[in-house]
């Protein structure tokens, strides 16, 4: 918190845009020229500026129809994109996926359904984030702080994989250009989703990482299936050509995410807690009792602590519960995680996205 205050003073002057539906490429001058025509296929929320005119909000969101992928920005560089705002009229945030592409690579850097991007993987459950990088306002407004920064260029996709146009995207992306130093990293993100076997207890965060870089987030949005406790398990790193034993290892899911005592309250109140902190969370506790399923939200931003790798990088979670004998019960949970990282380019393409029929919630 110092360090951002304290650079606040010597950011003046710096070239600072903004890319909307309003001012779709971000040039100076270039916001609300927008004339009202509702008759006009890409102004239909224009009706209500009709007595207004041109200069009012006239363009202030776009759609998307099913099976579309649109660009919400395409910035030259060089530069930083500061601030990610979106929300979307959609039912279903999973059949939309965004992705980012930096300096015109043709495998993105980002891929990850749009909730899931901002720490809000349940449909069903929509609640508030309140974190240092990713804050999610009352009714899904997304706000994302993580700083993305692109040196000759930056394209930024939402596409729509669902079976109904989606009516309303509103969305900015504030940016600064500027030089970006020799030794800064590109932002990464990636989606996964497993369901935990008895035999195969583990979820794996992310794999094949390949180069040097830092681990700086995890989100899982976790369907516990069985009654009773479900983070036992632990967290590993396995960083820098560790095999089978891993160099980091944390204690335990609640531990990893910054609780303890399997989230609970008390005693007497058995069951799991929401909290939301800058930088560990757990923002959505849906339990309705101690028999499964129940849905769980969970984020830790390694904003001061971030876990370096200089050669490659993975990263697991275990889906561990107890048998009444207080051995372990490996559980077959739910589980989709979305890691953030930094690393130099280029990075090795991701496995492929599952398609919609393996993404919705089961």
Known sequence: MQSMLGALPFQNGVVTRMINAENP????GGGAKEIPNPDDPNLPHSFAAKDLGKGWKVRPFIDLDTGETKTLAAIEGPGCINHFWITTSAKQWRTLVIRIYWDGEESPSVEAPLGDFFAMGFDSHPHTVNSMPVVVAPQKGCNSYWQMPFRKHARITLSNDGTEKVGIIA???LYKLHEVPADAAYFH???R?????RDHPEH???DG???GGAYVGTYL???AHSQGWWGEGEVKFFLDGDDEYPTICDNGTEDYFGGAWGFHKSEKEPFEQVFNTPFVGMPLAHTGGTDGPR???LYRWHVLDSIGFAENLKVTVQTLGWWPDRTYQPLTDDVASTAFWYQSEPHTPFPELPPLVERWQR
């Open 189 to 191: 993100a990636q989606w």
């Open 204 to 206: 794996t965060i992310l």
């Open 209 to 211: 990482v390949k180069g």
């Open 221 to 223: 949005a976790w369907t």
């Open 295 to 297: 849905y769980f939200g």
């Open 25 to 28: 490429t971000g040039e100076k």
């Open 193 to 197: 989703r497993s369901l935990s076997t």
């Open 171 to 173: 969305y900015k992306l």
